[in-house]
């Protein structure tokens, strides 16, 4: 072999190790995705597909990525491509229904759902996307035999069939949100929590707390503390900043930022009556909104505080004449969402040792079309 023939074939070789492995990018792609880096993710699968040719699994991640954007007509072509790929794709079908929904094509989500249930009539996920649907559109019977049946299939109510039922009103409030349910919702959430700009609770929380607190360093719980929102806006003023979730994906997102003395996965009312007369302020950042009865969490906060510590938090308000109710509109209702009366607000606080030193109307969050969604705040003193 001569030199201008070595030459050649070292380039043939040097083009096939510079060929981009498909699923390199595809898993390159799936934990940029998971760090919430939302943009680079729909790029590397994009890559991977091209790379490899067409993989129904492929086409149905990046719609999941596209979908995440907010890029819902292309979620839709990616969901259908992987359909047309692999017929009985029962996740595909479902997703592609909620973009429909999502999109307005009440006609389309059906079809979409109908086919789920075809390859697989158990299928908890879309029976409670037909019970969404069913109840968007004001179809209130349709919508609980739907709902019912997904808590047949689904015991645990990890998708909050029981809150929606209540919210139709076919069942009485729940005490609070299901584990499962929340564990479910935050698992998601937790890939793109941070990228959230019109989400004002954390904000909200801290401020007041530095409007109450003394100069001298506190030691701090950050109850529903999630990604660590609130424990960014606090560290400078906290001689140990504890925090106590649920949700494992939304822990782990708090620990890699480094905030927080340290992290626990428990429940917040045992979690609190645990620790006895052990910090100067409890902060909830949209937390308690996922209890109806709150007396238990009150109770347990009074333990944990010391004299003259601050319980600080957020909720969603509900009108007088009534303590607690499941959320006043479906898109809070799906997420696991209560409403509480300023009034039960001041009667639980007396009841628990605290006195309250702000309980006012704020501005709590922008949903989804950008209208704004009222809250309450409140400070306590114990």
Not at 235 to 248: E, M, N, Q, T
Not at 295 to 301: D, I, N, P
Not at 356 to 362: G, N, Q, S
Request: hydrophobic share 45%; proline share 4%; charged share 25%.
């Amino acid at each position: 072999m001569n030199r201008k023939q070595r030459r050649a074939q070292g380039q043939v070789k040097s083009r096939k190790q510079a060929a981009p492995d498909p699923a390199a990018l595809y898993e390159a792609g799936i934990l940029a995705y998971r760090a919430g880096e939302l943009a680079r993710a729909a790029d590397l699968i994009g890559q991977a597909i091209a790379a490899s040719g067409p993989v129904p699994e492929l086409h149905y991640n990046l719609a999941i990525v596209f979908k995440a954007m907010g890029r819902l007509e292309d979620a839709a072509a990616q969901y259908e491509r992987a359909i047309a790929l692999k017929p009985d794709h029962v996740n595909a079908h479902n997703n592609l229904g909620n973009v429909w929904k999502a999109l307005g094509q009440a006609g389309k989500a059906r079809a979409s759902f109908a086919a789920a249930l075809q390859y697989n009539p158990g299928n908890a996920d879309t029976l409670y996307s037909l019970g969404v649907l069913a109840c968007e559109l004001g179809e209130r019977d349709q919508a609980e035999q739907h709902l019912r049946r997904c808590l047949e299939c689904d015991p645990d109510d990890a998708r909050g069939a029981r809150i929606l039922l209540a919210y139709l009103g076919a069942e009485a409030a729940p005490e609070r949100t299901p584990a499962a349910h929340l564990r479910s919702l935050y698992e998601s959430r937790s890939r793109i929590w941070d990228l959230e700009r019109t989400y004002f609770a954390p904000a909200l929380v801290a401020e007041a707390f530095r409007r109450y607190t003394s100069p001298a360093l506190s030691d701090l719980l950050d109850i529903g503390c999630g990604t660590g929102l609130v424990g960014a806006l606090v560290r400078d003023k906290a001689g140990r900043l504890d925090g106590v979730d649920l949700s494992a994906a939304m822990l782990q997102k708090a620990k890699a930022k480094g905030g927080y003395d340290q992290l626990f996965e428990a429940d917040l009312a045992t979690f609190m009556a645990s620790h006895p007369g052990r910090y100067d302020a409890v902060l909830a950042a949209a937390t308690l909104i996922h209890f109806g009865d709150l007396a238990a969490l009150f109770q347990a906060a009074s333990g944990c505080l010391r004299a003259q510590g601050l319980f600080v938090f957020t909720l969603f308000p509900a009108e007088a004449g009534t303590d607690f109710a499941v959320a006043a509109t479906t898109r809070l209702a799906q997420s696991g969402c209560f409403r509480h009366s300023a009034a039960y607000v001041e009667r639980l606080a007396s009841e628990t040792g605290f006195s309250m030193l702000e309980l006012k109307p704020v501005i709590h969050e922008h949903d989804q079309d950008d209208k704004p969604v009222p809250g309450l705040l409140a400070v306590l003193r114990r």
